[in-house]
């Protein structure tokens, strides 16, 4: 079994990442162009579903991007919600007087 930890690191030319989760599908060879990227797709994308707050363990999720923000394309296998989940890293919000 590969060391996770290992591959994690060499393939985080971004910097140091924390310990990857178990995943069931192998990982690019670290150096690969996308190493990175899937590492941190692993670490970051949505773990249970919006709608329902099932496992997406058996759903599908999709990273692509725009700009910035990193967009999880999420369908859950539970309830059938689609829908897209963003990482963003700032966001101006207006609150209500109260
Ligand atoms: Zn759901």
Redesign the pocket.
């Given at each position: 079994m590969p060391d996770l930890n290992e591959e994690a690191r060499r393939a985080a030319h971004h910097g140091p990442m924390p310990a990857l989760p178990p995943d069931p599908y192998r990982l690019p060879p670290p150096g690969d162009w996308f190493a990175s990227d899937a590492a941190h797709h692993l670490l970051d994308k949505p773990k249970f579903?919006p709608?329902?707050s099932?496992a997406l363990d058996r759903g599908l999720i999709t990273e692509w991007w725009s700009g910035t923000d990193r967009v999880f394309l999420t369908w859950?296998a539970?309830?059938k919600?689609t829908g897209n989940v963003v990482l963003f890293d700032r966001a101006i919000i207006e609150e209500p007087e109260h």
């Amino acid at each position: 079994m590969p060391d996770l930890n290992e591959e994690a690191r060499r393939a985080a030319h971004h910097g140091p990442m924390p310990a990857l989760p178990p995943d069931p599908y192998r990982l690019p060879p670290p150096g690969d162009w996308f190493a990175s990227d899937a590492a941190h797709h692993l670490l970051d994308k949505p773990k249970f579903c919006p709608g329902c707050s099932a496992a997406l363990d058996r759903g599908l999720i999709t990273e692509w991007w725009s700009g910035t923000d990193r967009v999880f394309l999420t369908w859950c296998a539970a309830c059938k919600w689609t829908g897209n989940v963003v990482l963003f890293d700032r966001a101006i919000i207006e609150e209500p007087e109260h």
